[in-house]
């Protein structure tokens, strides 16, 4: 089948629009550096312009390549492995469709390969962790304007640190520290107390929201009260197949 390059004219010029064709990428993927950059499980990645996906499912594909060989001696510690391999991967897209579409076209790789090696070891996909890649793709993978730094609605985009405690080479289980900044502070390097969330009460309609709604995990739209004082939250450290959780606690509680 023949690669979309351009969807229309019209997109091209309002926002540069041209995807980048399956060969290109795997020229420039494997340039020295970048393609061991790629088989680097921790290394991480942000497409600012990220269309629909093509460079991040690539190098999706290279990362879950690595975890196979070298994570892969039975499905927990592949479980955990091939989320951490997602949680280095980060995009910004401007248009909703393209950004929809990034995401979906991120899981559907994760699922394809995770069933491939469910297939393999004679076991079970587990929701929880199809639930995680979820959540961790809808975080990293966000809608907004990469120049501005901000949501479509106005709001910081905020990105998800997920950092693996003490991890060691023995471990299987992983466990990780969520903590959230904006894309203002990641420029300006702000040091952060680890698990801090940024207060997102100033607007819940949000991206963010969206983006769940693709994968259908919210139950209930969350409507809250315009003078309602936020509180500070911070995630708990959890098992990484359990961050489908989002699990926070009050910061000074
Ligand atoms: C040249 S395409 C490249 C897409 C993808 N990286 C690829 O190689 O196939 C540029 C993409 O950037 C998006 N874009 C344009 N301006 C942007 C901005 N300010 N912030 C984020 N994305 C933007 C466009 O919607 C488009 O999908």
Not at 33 to 61: D, H, Q, R, W
Not at 165 to 176: G, L, Y
Request: proline share 3%; glycine share 4%.
């Amino acid at each position: 089948m023949e690669e979309t390059v351009i969807k229309c004219k019209l997109r091209v010029q309002k926002h540069g629009e041209v995807f980048t064709p399956k060969k290109i990428i795997k020229k420039m993927l494997d340039i020295k550096g970048v393609k061991e950059a790629c088989e680097s499980l921790p290394t991480t990645f942000l497409e600012p312009s990220a269309g629909e996906g093509a460079f991040l499912v690539a190098i999706l594909e290279r990362k879950l390549k690595i975890v196979i060989k070298h994570y892969n001696d039975d499905l927990v510690r592949f479980e955990n492995y091939s989320l951490l391999a997602l949680t280095s991967l980060y995009g910004i897209e401007l248009l909703e469709d393209n950004a929809q579409t990034c995401v979906l076209n991120m899981f559907q790789v994760y699922y394809d390969i995770y069933q491939e090696q469910v297939q393999l070891h004679n076991g079970k996909l587990k929701k929880k962790v199809l639930d995680s890649a979820k959540e961790i793709i809808s975080s990293n993978i966000r809608q907004g304007n990469f120049l501005t730094r901000e949501t479509i609605d106005g709001n910081p985009l905020v990105f998800s640190e997920w950092s693996p405690i003490n991890m060691k080479k023995t471990t299987k289980n992983i466990k990780i520290q969520r903590t959230e900044y904006t894309l203002d502070e990641i420029y300006e390097n702000v040091e952060k107390e680890s698990g801090k969330a940024i207060n997102r009460s100033i607007n819940k309609t949000t991206q963010q929201q969206k983006q769940l709604d693709m994968f259908d995990l919210l139950e209930e739209d969350v409507v809250e009260s315009e003078n309602e004082i936020p509180k500070e939250m911070r995630y708990i450290p959890v098992n990484i197949i359990d961050v489908y959780k989002s699990e926070m606690e009050e910061a000074d509680g």
